[in-house]
T-cell receptor
Framework: EAGVAQSPRYKIIEKRQSVAFWCNPISGHATLYWYQQILGQGPKLLIQFQNNGVVDDSQLPKDRFSAERLKGVDSTLKIQPAKLEDSAVYLC??????????????FGPGTRLTVL | DQQVKQNSPSLSVQEGRISILNCDYTNSMFDYFLWYKKYPAEGPTFLISISSIKDKNEDGRFTVFLNKSAKHLSLHIVPSQPGDSAVYFCAALHFSGSARQLTFGSGTQLTVLP
Protein backbone atom coordinates (compact mmCIF):
# COMPACT_ATOMS: atom_id res chain seq x y z
CA GLU A 1 0.00 0.00 0.00
CA ALA A 2 1.47 3.35 -1.03
CA GLY A 3 1.87 5.92 1.72
CA VAL A 4 0.95 9.59 1.83
CA ALA A 5 2.77 11.47 -0.92
CA GLN A 6 3.82 15.10 -0.67
CA SER A 7 5.58 17.47 -3.03
CA PRO A 8 7.80 19.31 -3.24
CA ARG A 9 10.07 17.94 -0.51
CA TYR A 10 11.93 21.24 -0.15
CA LYS A 11 11.09 24.83 -1.06
CA ILE A 12 12.99 28.06 -0.55
CA ILE A 13 11.25 31.38 -1.19
CA GLU A 14 11.61 35.02 -0.27
CA LYS A 15 9.21 36.69 2.14
CA ARG A 16 6.05 38.05 0.56
CA GLN A 17 6.18 35.40 -2.18
CA SER A 18 3.50 32.73 -2.58
CA VAL A 19 3.96 28.98 -2.25
CA ALA A 20 1.79 25.88 -2.64
CA PHE A 21 2.18 22.36 -1.33
CA TRP A 22 0.50 19.24 -2.65
CA CYS A 23 -0.65 16.10 -0.86
CA ASN A 24 -1.96 12.78 -2.15
CA PRO A 25 -3.40 10.71 0.71
CA ILE A 26 -3.53 6.94 1.01
CA SER A 27 -6.14 5.56 -1.38
CA GLY A 28 -9.57 5.36 0.20
CA HIS A 29 -8.76 7.54 3.18
CA ALA A 30 -11.63 9.94 3.78
CA THR A 31 -9.94 12.27 6.24
CA LEU A 32 -6.97 14.50 5.44
CA TYR A 33 -4.99 16.79 7.74
CA TRP A 34 -2.37 19.49 7.27
CA TYR A 35 0.11 20.19 10.08
CA GLN A 36 2.84 22.78 10.57
CA GLN A 37 5.97 21.69 12.43
CA ILE A 38 8.33 24.48 13.45
CA LEU A 39 11.87 23.43 14.34
CA GLY A 40 12.06 22.10 17.90
CA GLN A 41 8.29 21.80 18.27
CA GLY A 42 5.71 19.12 17.67
CA PRO A 43 3.35 19.21 14.69
CA LYS A 44 0.47 21.67 15.01
CA LEU A 45 -2.84 20.97 13.26
CA LEU A 46 -3.80 23.58 10.66
CA ILE A 47 -6.86 22.05 8.99
CA GLN A 48 -8.86 18.81 8.78
CA PHE A 49 -10.94 17.71 5.77
CA GLN A 50 -13.58 14.99 5.73
CA ASN A 51 -13.88 14.03 2.05
CA ASN A 52 -13.93 17.47 0.38
CA GLY A 53 -15.46 19.39 3.30
CA VAL A 54 -13.63 21.31 6.02
CA VAL A 55 -14.21 19.84 9.49
CA ASP A 56 -11.84 22.02 11.52
CA ASP A 57 -9.80 25.03 10.43
CA SER A 58 -9.75 26.83 13.77
CA GLN A 59 -5.93 27.01 13.85
CA LEU A 60 -5.43 28.02 10.21
CA PRO A 61 -4.18 31.63 9.81
CA LYS A 62 -6.81 32.47 7.23
CA ASP A 63 -5.39 35.85 6.34
CA ARG A 64 -2.52 34.15 4.50
CA PHE A 65 -3.13 30.39 4.48
CA SER A 66 -5.70 28.54 2.40
CA ALA A 67 -6.34 24.89 1.65
CA GLU A 68 -8.63 22.93 -0.58
CA ARG A 69 -9.53 19.34 -1.35
CA LEU A 70 -11.74 19.71 -4.38
CA LYS A 71 -12.52 16.10 -5.35
CA GLY A 72 -12.11 14.58 -1.91
CA VAL A 73 -8.71 13.10 -2.76
CA ASP A 74 -5.67 15.35 -3.34
CA SER A 75 -5.21 18.54 -1.39
CA THR A 76 -3.21 21.73 -1.74
CA LEU A 77 -2.09 24.13 0.98
CA LYS A 78 -1.17 27.67 -0.06
CA ILE A 79 0.59 30.51 1.72
CA GLN A 80 0.18 33.98 0.26
CA PRO A 81 2.17 36.07 1.14
CA ALA A 82 4.78 34.13 3.12
CA LYS A 83 6.43 35.51 6.26
CA LEU A 84 9.73 34.55 7.86
CA GLU A 85 7.89 32.76 10.69
CA ASP A 86 6.25 30.40 8.17
CA SER A 87 9.56 28.53 7.85
CA ALA A 88 8.64 25.01 8.95
CA VAL A 89 7.94 21.48 7.78
CA TYR A 90 4.40 21.10 6.46
CA LEU A 91 3.06 17.62 7.06
CA CYS A 92 0.06 16.01 5.44
CA UNK A 93 -1.68 13.07 7.10
CA UNK A 94 -4.66 10.89 6.23
CA UNK A 95 -6.86 8.45 8.11
CA UNK A 96 -9.29 5.82 6.86
CA UNK A 97 -12.41 6.78 8.73
CA UNK A 98 -13.86 9.17 11.22
CA UNK A 99 -15.96 6.95 13.43
CA UNK A 100 -14.97 7.97 16.94
CA UNK A 101 -12.03 5.61 17.30
CA UNK A 102 -8.41 6.70 17.56
CA UNK A 103 -8.55 6.70 13.74
CA UNK A 104 -4.81 6.36 13.24
CA UNK A 105 -3.29 9.14 11.16
CA UNK A 106 -0.65 8.22 8.58
CA PHE A 107 1.84 10.99 7.84
CA GLY A 108 3.67 11.90 4.67
CA PRO A 109 7.37 12.87 4.66
CA GLY A 110 6.59 16.59 4.71
CA THR A 111 7.66 19.66 2.76
CA ARG A 112 10.42 21.73 4.32
CA LEU A 113 9.77 25.43 3.64
CA THR A 114 12.46 28.06 4.16
CA VAL A 115 11.41 31.71 3.90
CA LEU A 116 14.30 34.16 3.44
CA ASP B 1 -0.19 27.52 26.08
CA GLN B 2 1.34 24.06 25.79
CA GLN B 3 -1.32 21.48 26.60
CA VAL B 4 1.06 18.55 26.06
CA LYS B 5 4.59 18.77 27.41
CA GLN B 6 7.65 16.59 27.01
CA ASN B 7 10.19 18.10 29.34
CA SER B 8 13.14 15.94 28.32
CA PRO B 9 14.46 16.90 24.88
CA SER B 10 16.82 13.92 24.82
CA LEU B 11 17.45 10.53 26.43
CA SER B 12 20.30 8.03 26.01
CA VAL B 13 20.12 4.40 27.10
CA GLN B 14 22.18 1.28 26.60
CA GLU B 15 20.97 -1.43 24.25
CA GLY B 16 18.94 -4.03 26.15
CA ARG B 17 17.97 -1.68 28.98
CA ILE B 18 14.64 0.02 29.53
CA SER B 19 13.80 3.39 27.93
CA ILE B 20 11.22 5.52 29.73
CA LEU B 21 9.82 8.55 27.96
CA ASN B 22 7.57 10.92 29.87
CA CYS B 23 4.74 13.27 28.94
CA ASP B 24 2.49 15.63 30.92
CA TYR B 25 -0.77 17.21 29.86
CA THR B 26 -3.07 19.89 31.20
CA ASN B 27 -6.44 19.31 29.51
CA SER B 28 -8.72 16.78 31.22
CA MET B 29 -10.92 16.56 28.09
CA PHE B 30 -8.49 14.50 26.02
CA ASP B 31 -10.03 11.19 24.89
CA TYR B 32 -6.93 9.24 23.82
CA PHE B 33 -3.19 9.55 24.15
CA LEU B 34 -0.81 8.38 21.45
CA TRP B 35 2.89 7.97 20.87
CA TYR B 36 4.47 8.59 17.48
CA LYS B 37 8.02 7.81 16.39
CA LYS B 38 9.85 9.94 13.85
CA TYR B 39 13.02 9.21 11.89
CA PRO B 40 14.90 12.05 10.12
CA ALA B 41 13.35 13.18 6.83
CA GLU B 42 10.26 11.04 7.43
CA GLY B 43 6.83 11.79 8.81
CA PRO B 44 5.79 10.60 12.28
CA THR B 45 4.68 6.95 12.51
CA PHE B 46 2.01 5.78 14.94
CA LEU B 47 3.39 3.54 17.69
CA ILE B 48 0.83 2.89 20.41
CA SER B 49 -2.21 4.53 22.00
CA ILE B 50 -4.23 4.41 25.20
CA SER B 51 -7.79 5.40 25.96
CA SER B 52 -8.31 7.97 28.71
CA ILE B 53 -10.32 5.36 30.63
CA LYS B 54 -7.43 2.86 30.75
CA ASP B 55 -4.23 2.95 32.76
CA LYS B 56 -2.04 0.60 30.72
CA ASN B 57 -1.69 -0.66 27.18
CA GLU B 58 0.97 -3.06 25.96
CA ASP B 59 2.14 -3.98 22.47
CA GLY B 60 5.22 -6.14 22.28
CA ARG B 61 8.20 -4.23 23.63
CA PHE B 62 6.15 -1.05 24.06
CA THR B 63 3.94 -0.25 27.06
CA VAL B 64 2.15 3.02 27.74
CA PHE B 65 1.04 3.94 31.26
CA LEU B 66 -1.52 6.63 32.03
CA ASN B 67 -1.91 8.33 35.42
CA LYS B 68 -4.98 10.53 35.08
CA SER B 69 -4.78 12.02 38.56
CA ALA B 70 -1.27 13.27 37.82
CA LYS B 71 -2.07 14.05 34.16
CA HIS B 72 1.00 12.07 33.21
CA LEU B 73 1.78 9.30 30.77
CA SER B 74 4.91 7.37 29.99
CA LEU B 75 6.17 5.06 27.26
CA HIS B 76 8.34 2.12 28.28
CA ILE B 77 10.47 0.31 25.71
CA VAL B 78 11.92 -3.00 26.89
CA PRO B 79 14.43 -4.09 25.75
CA SER B 80 15.71 -1.04 23.89
CA GLN B 81 17.32 -1.62 20.51
CA PRO B 82 19.54 0.65 18.37
CA GLY B 83 16.75 0.80 15.76
CA ASP B 84 14.56 2.50 18.37
CA SER B 85 16.75 5.61 18.11
CA ALA B 86 14.36 8.31 16.90
CA VAL B 87 12.34 11.30 18.09
CA TYR B 88 9.28 10.23 20.08
CA PHE B 89 6.24 12.49 20.19
CA CYS B 90 3.51 12.24 22.77
CA ALA B 91 0.12 13.34 21.42
CA ALA B 92 -3.34 13.82 22.87
CA LEU B 93 -6.55 13.37 20.90
CA HIS B 94 -9.78 15.22 21.51
CA PHE B 95 -13.01 14.48 19.68
CA SER B 96 -15.20 17.48 18.90
CA GLY B 97 -18.05 16.40 16.65
CA SER B 98 -16.36 15.19 13.47
CA ALA B 99 -13.12 16.97 14.32
CA ARG B 100 -10.13 14.99 15.52
CA GLN B 101 -7.83 17.45 17.29
CA LEU B 102 -4.41 15.90 17.82
CA THR B 103 -2.11 17.99 20.02
CA PHE B 104 1.57 17.06 20.04
CA GLY B 105 4.33 17.56 22.56
CA SER B 106 7.71 18.87 21.44
CA GLY B 107 9.34 15.44 21.25
CA THR B 108 12.15 13.52 22.95
CA GLN B 109 15.19 12.35 21.01
CA LEU B 110 15.96 8.78 22.11
CA THR B 111 19.42 7.39 21.42
CA VAL B 112 20.03 3.70 22.09
CA LEU B 113 23.73 2.99 22.39
CA PRO B 114 25.06 -0.38 21.17
Amino acid sequence: EAGVAQSPRYKIIEKRQSVAFWCNPISGHATLYWYQQILGQGPKLLIQFQNNGVVDDSQLPKDRFSAERLKGVDSTLKIQPAKLEDSAVYLCASSPKNSGSTDTQYFGPGTRLTVL
Amino acid sequence: DQQVKQNSPSLSVQEGRISILNCDYTNSMFDYFLWYKKYPAEGPTFLISISSIKDKNEDGRFTVFLNKSAKHLSLHIVPSQPGDSAVYFCAALHFSGSARQLTFGSGTQLTVLP
